[in-house]
């Protein structure tokens, strides 16, 4: 799958019953990696008796894949080599011709498909490395390690192996024989794939049960983003709508629990994200959550009526706005419409439907500290669900990696070569940065917080200000080190706005910010352990048991709970009293107690498909019976 599919391989000379081990190192066991399944599946029924995967994860001690990939005995390892996986394959090819000197190793992937002479001349180990797509590479050297004659006694000899060996195209190898060791051939580059002819890689849901399954519709962007690999491929290449629709009924069919299409800019060709997204809807399984990466910018008007339409969680979106000095957006060859992307975002924000991830990157050219505070405020601004705080990785083949020292972007020497510093920002001013971003992923993207944080906000003149005063807080404290708890992680919000004043909270501030971590809290989980916080229940111990006492013969507003009794109903849901009505927004604007306690019912069998919330009902009180999620 494009560059998925570049590896590195290591010889032992053909024989028959040889075995090819596909070898993928994930970043996470819910991750799953396209390019070896892709490979086995090009590579034909044929061959696929040869064809073995291996997978671990970057949280493998090295001597245990060491040892794996040694009791696993292969004839041929194939490396699928990434940013995230590099520095532990780099540790295995040092070790690797220790304990199997007769399995020397192939590389590749987009870590190592754009220096291989280099990585060639680097590890002496290395038998080749295949450059760009590797379907069609791979299916020719399976042949070369697994075909011929039964015993492949033609590989084993010098001229037979080295000629056919030259004759597969994309590939950069060790010329074999005494005194050859170093010199390094590279055969003409390979035409690009026909995405279409490609076989279907998921033929067995098994091996992915509890995982992510990636999904590609096309190859290749229109745009030219500096930063991005995908710009070197400039042509975007379709597959056939027809088969795209079968390949996707196959996921709807087995109830797959989320597929992340790879396309680069799924809604560049219009016709063909139509199709996809109409597909979808009208075959709608009720379950399965289907991930695209877009351009906002280019969202036409009957795009946005369609996903509209879509059941919620249906369709999560990833938009990659970056920046929004339009200084930057120029020269790393970005164009957008700013001002659209607000537009649509709010659109799509609207329906209530999708959940939205917009991305930003610090350390882009021309975009200082307050660039950067200011592209953080306009993205937060926009409310997406997730807002991921991202750093420049200088990734090697890339226009931005030639650029790197005009820029004066340092970078670290290894993966994933993340920025430093540039011409325009210090090293503190990204270290800045990187805790803002730490406060951004437990308080905003965790969805824990949706009620407490915009009652926090309104404290602080802007978003960036209120992260970076929440940073220092938890640097002084010692917490960035700590990793504190989920519930210690309320407490320390709490603690934090102890220092803060909530405009129009008089003289009820504490009490409003406990109330607002109780629903939060509850809103998500029917905690067994009260939290200190929490308001004390036993003045209403009794007007709560009534209320299900009730429930149970009436069904006013737990219909889904036939069958159980007052007691039951109680353990199974959550009442909660309030003096505020927190969980409105309006209450921000006047902060206001309510005449008499609120009794709130919060009903985790119903949940709100976007953000997983509780339905909650307020079941007493001036806003008697309203249901909210």
Same mark, same amino acid.
């Given at each position: 799958?494009?560059?998925?599919?570049?590896?590195?391989?290591?010889?032992?000379?053909?024989?028959?019953?040889?075995?090819?081990?596909?070898?993928?190192?994930?970043?996470?066991?819910?991750?799953?990696?396209?390019?070896?399944?892709?490979?086995?599946?090009?590579?034909?029924?044929? &061959? $696929?008796?040869?064809?073995?995967?291996? /997978?671990?994860? @970057?949280?493998?001690?090295? +001597?245990?894949? %060491?040892? *794996? =990939?040694?009791?696993?005995?292969?004839?041929?390892?194939?490396?699928?080599?990434?940013?995230?996986?590099?520095?532990?394959?780099?540790?295995?090819?040092?070790?690797?011709?220790?304990?199997?000197?007769?399995?020397?190793?192939?590389?590749?992937?987009?870590?190592?498909?754009?220096?291989?002479?280099?990585?060639?001349?680097?590890?002496?180990?290395?038998?080749?490395?295949?450059?760009?797509?590797?379907?069609?590479?791979?299916?020719?050297?399976?042949?070369?390690?697994?075909?011929?004659?039964?015993?492949?006694?033609?590989?084993?000899?010098?001229?037979?192996?080295?000629?056919?060996?030259?004759?597969?195209?994309?590939?950069? &190898? $060790?010329?074999?024989?005494?005194?050859? /060791?170093?010199? @390094?051939?590279?055969?003409? +580059?390979?035409? %690009?794939? *026909? =995405?279409?002819?490609?076989?279907?890689?998921?033929?067995?849901?098994?091996?992915?049960?509890?995982?992510?399954?990636?999904?590609?519709?096309?190859?290749?962007?229109?745009?030219?983003?500096?930063?991005?690999?995908?710009?070197?491929?400039?042509?975007?290449?379709?597959?056939?709508?027809?088969?795209?629709?079968?390949?996707?009924?196959?996921?709807?069919?087995?109830?797959?629990?989320?597929?992340?299409?790879?396309?680069?800019?799924?809604?560049?060709?219009?016709?063909?994200?139509?199709?996809?997204?109409?597909?979808?809807?009208?075959?709608?399984?009720?379950?399965?959550?289907?991930?695209?990466?877009?351009?906002?910018?280019?969202?036409?008007?009957?795009?946005?009526?369609?996903?509209?339409?879509?059941?919620?969680?249906?369709?999560?979106?990833?938009?990659?706005?970056?920046?929004?000095?339009?200084?930057?957006?120029?020269?790393?060859?970005?164009?957008?419409?700013?001002?659209?992307?607000?537009?649509?975002?709010?659109?799509?924000?609207?329906?209530?439907?999708?959940?939205?991830?917009?991305?930003?990157?610090?350390?882009?050219?021309?975009?200082?500290?307050?660039?950067?505070?200011?592209?953080?405020?306009?993205?937060?601004?926009?409310?997406?669900?997730?807002?991921?705080?991202?750093?420049?990785?200088?990734?090697?083949?890339?226009?931005?990696?030639?650029?790197?020292?005009?820029?004066?972007?340092?970078?670290?020497?290894?993966?994933?070569?993340?920025?430093?510093?540039?011409?325009?920002?210090?090293?503190?001013?990204?270290?800045?940065?990187?805790?803002?971003?730490?406060?951004?992923?437990?308080?905003?993207?965790?969805?824990?917080?949706?009620?407490?944080?915009?009652?926090?906000?309104?404290?602080?003149?802007?978003?960036?200000?209120?992260?970076?005063?929440?940073?220092?807080?938890?640097?002084?404290?010692?917490?960035?080190?700590?990793?504190?708890?989920?519930?210690?992680?309320?407490?320390?919000?709490?603690?934090?706005?102890?220092?803060?004043?909530?405009?129009?909270?008089?003289?009820?501030?504490?009490?409003?910010?406990?109330?607002?971590?109780?629903?939060?809290?509850?809103?998500?989980?029917?905690?067994?352990?009260?939290?200190?916080?929490?308001?004390?229940?036993?003045?209403?111990?009794?007007?709560?048991?009534?209320?299900?006492?009730?429930?149970?013969?009436?069904?006013?507003?737990?219909?889904?709970?036939?069958?159980?009794?007052?007691?039951?109903?109680?353990?199974?849901?959550?009442?909660?009293?309030?003096?505020?009505?927190?969980?409105?927004?309006?209450?921000?604007?006047?902060?206001?107690?309510?005449?008499?306690?609120?009794?709130?019912?919060?009903?985790?069998?119903?949940?709100?498909?976007?953000?997983?919330?509780?339905?909650?009902?307020?079941?007493?009180?001036?806003?008697?019976?309203?249901?909210?999620?």
């Amino acid at each position: 799958m494009g560059n998925f599919g570049a590896i590195v391989m290591i010889e032992k000379g053909a024989k028959s019953g040889m075995k090819i081990l596909l070898t993928a190192i994930n970043a996470r066991y819910i991750h799953s990696n396209p390019a070896v399944y892709s490979l086995r599946a090009c590579a034909g029924e044929k &061959y $696929r008796p040869n064809l073995e995967i291996a /997978e671990y994860t @970057i949280n493998y001690r090295g +001597e245990e894949i %060491l040892a *794996d =990939l040694y009791r696993k005995s292969p004839d041929v390892i194939a490396f699928s080599c990434y940013i995230w996986n590099w520095s532990i394959i780099e540790g295995l090819l040092a070790e690797l011709p220790k304990i199997m000197p007769c399995v020397p190793v192939w590389l590749g992937g987009p870590e190592v498909s754009y220096h291989p002479e280099e990585l060639l001349f680097k590890y002496p180990a290395v038998t080749g490395v295949m450059i760009g797509e590797g379907e069609e590479t791979f299916r020719e050297l399976t042949e070369y390690y697994c075909g011929g004659t039964a015993s492949g006694e033609e590989n084993r000899t010098a001229g037979g192996g080295e000629e056919r060996l030259h004759a597969i195209r994309g590939i950069a &190898y $060790r010329r074999s024989g005494p005194g050859r /060791e170093d010199e @390094i051939c590279r055969t003409p +580059e390979r035409e %690009l794939t *026909d =995405l279409s002819a490609l076989p279907f890689l998921y033929d067995d849901p098994g091996p992915f049960e509890n995982k992510i399954i990636y999904y590609e519709s096309s190859r290749g962007c229109p745009f030219r983003c500096s930063y991005c690999l995908s710009s070197i491929d400039k042509k975007v290449r379709l597959r056939d709508i027809d088969t795209v629709k079968k390949e996707l009924q196959f996921f709807l069919d087995h109830k797959i629990n989320q597929v992340k299409f790879t396309d680069r800019t799924f809604n560049c060709d219009h016709g063909h994200a139509k199709e996809i997204w109409r597909y979808l809807a009208e075959h709608d399984n009720g379950v399965t959550n289907f991930h695209f990466e877009i351009a906002a910018d280019i969202l036409t008007e009957e795009e946005l009526n369609i996903l509209a339409g879509l059941r919620p969680g249906l369709v999560q979106l990833e938009i990659g706005v970056q920046t929004v000095n339009e200084e930057t957006l120029r020269e790393i060859r970005r164009p957008s419409d700013i001002d659209k992307i607000r537009r649509v975002v709010g659109r799509i924000g609207e329906a209530h439907n999708i959940h939205v991830h917009l991305d930003l990157i610090a350390g882009l050219p021309y975009e200082d500290y307050e660039s950067f505070v200011h592209s953080f405020n306009s993205v937060f601004e926009m409310r997406p669900q997730q807002l991921q705080l991202g750093f420049l990785k200088v990734l090697k083949g890339s226009y931005l990696s030639e650029k790197a020292a005009d820029y004066g972007i340092r970078y670290t020497d290894a993966p994933p070569y993340e920025v430093l510093s540039t011409n325009w920002l210090s090293y503190e001013e990204l270290l800045t940065f990187k805790q803002v971003e730490s406060m951004v992923e437990i308080y905003y993207n965790s969805g824990q917080f949706t009620c407490t944080l915009p009652l926090v906000r309104t404290a602080f003149p802007d978003a960036f200000t209120m992260f970076l005063q929440l940073a220092d807080f938890y640097r002084e404290k010692g917490y960035l080190l700590t990793s504190p708890s989920r519930v210690d992680r309320y407490l320390a919000l709490l603690d934090f706005a102890g220092n803060i004043k909530l405009p129009d909270a008089s003289s009820g501030q504490e009490e409003i910010l406990r109330q607002a971590l109780t629903f939060d809290l509850y809103l998500r989980e029917n905690m067994k352990s009260r939290p200190a916080f929490a308001k004390d229940l036993m003045p209403y111990k009794q007007r709560i048991r009534d209320y299900y006492r009730k429930e149970a013969e009436i069904r006013h507003d737990l219909q889904d709970y036939a069958g159980y009794d007052g007691r039951q109903l109680a353990k199974m849901t959550h009442m909660e009293v309030f003096d505020y009505p927190v969980w409105e927004p309006d209450f921000r604007k006047h902060m206001k107690k309510s005449d008499e306690p609120l009794m709130v019912l919060f009903d985790y069998g119903t949940r709100n498909a976007l953000t997983y919330e509780a339905r909650h009902v307020v079941v007493s009180g001036e806003k008697e019976r309203i249901s909210y999620g």
